[in-house]
């Protein structure tokens, strides 16, 4: 069973920047594709980011340009920098791992996002 922790949300105003980082039990790197999603009130979950076994990443339009997805495998943790933040990012934001053999998908609990003066 895969956990994923998430942390790094909160409130900020719009122009500022924050850093999600997510937590994975066991060394998963290898095998899955990381990723982050979000749900704003509501709305369906989206994704956000993500970055596969070899680094290759993907981004929503939206976010093109504004946030950066990474992952440390030492440390078995995804991030996602977040910069030049909008009213429009508020949502809850939840770390997703994917099995590549498989296709089986885990979630984290997610952490909330709020950008707002």
């Known amino acids: 069973q895969v956990q994923l922790v998430e942390s790094g949300g909160g409130l900020v105003q719009p122009g500022g920047s924050l850093r999600l980082s997510c937590a994975a039990s066991?060394?998963?790197?290898?095998?899955?594709?990381m990723g982050w999603y979000r749900q704003a009130p509501g709305k369906q979950r989206e994704l956000v980011a993500t970055i596969a076994t070899r680094l290759t990443t993907n981004y929503a339009d939206s976010v093109k340009g504004r946030f950066t997805i990474s992952k440390d495998n030492a440390k078995n943790t995804v991030y996602l920098q977040m910069n030049n933040l909008k009213p429009e990012d508020t949502a809850v934001y939840y770390c997703n791992a994917v099995r590549g053999v498989d296709g089986v998908s885990y979630w984290g609990q997610g952490t909330q996002v709020t950008v707002s003066s």
């Open positions: 066991g060394s998963i790197f290898w095998n899955y594709v």
